[in-house]
């Protein structure tokens, strides 16, 4: 990884960490990272029992405790920072990630429109104006549609220090 790609990567995962510590206090606790599936279940209104809401929830619960490696229930941006890359992302995060997505997705057709996609952000700790932003900037066709893979691949190429438009604009 150049350093520019490392810079990148390292500022991409201060703005993410800083997004999953709902309570800002730098430290992101277990009950901060579910606390995003139950603030995305509330705004979907789905019923716990929903197949969704189960696949989320036990995604999330995976994916908390390959982070929280020392089982302390408290993640540090150190801790994140020397966990995630490509390769967590690949076979941890995007199936968190896109449990949540399949959450807000009401039509089940593997895309979300602009205020799908604005639920998800928001109740994902995001502004709702960056989450539109980060909308337009993902949408590159115009359609008015994201679709679940270039969702996740744009968070991958954010989190590596890639060029993504919609990090940038959502973070």
């Known amino acids: 990884m150049s350093r520019t790609t490392a810079t990148a990567a390292t500022a991409a995962r201060v ?4 997004m999953m510590d709902a309570d800002g206090d730098r430290v992101v606790t ?3 990272y579910l606390s995003r599936i ?6 979907t209104e789905r019923m716990e029992d929903d197949p969704l809401v189960v696949a989320a929830r036990a995604a999330g619960l995976k994916a908390w405790d ?3 490696a020392d089982g302390d229930g408290k993640l540090t941006f150190d801790e994140y920072n020397a966990w995630v890359g490509a390769d967590k992302f690949d076979n941890i995060c995007r199936f968190a990630l896109g449990a949540l997505f399949d959450l807000v997705d009401a039509d089940g057709d593997g895309a979300l429109d602009k205020a799908e996609f604005t639920t998800l952000r928001t109740a994902l700790n995001n502004p709702p104006g960056n989450a539109a932003a980060a909308f337009d900037a993902l949408d590159a066709d115009g359609d008015g549609r994201v ?3 270039a969702y996740l691949a744009s968070i991958r190429a954010y989190i590596v220090g890639d060029s993504s438009p919609m990090g940038e604009a959502l973070y």
């Open 15 to 18: 703005r993410v960490f800083a």
């Open 30 to 32: 277990r009950h901060d």
């Open 38 to 43: 139950d603030r995305t279940v509330l705004a």
């Open 66 to 68: 390959e982070m929280d």
């Open 147 to 149: 679709g679940r893979a």
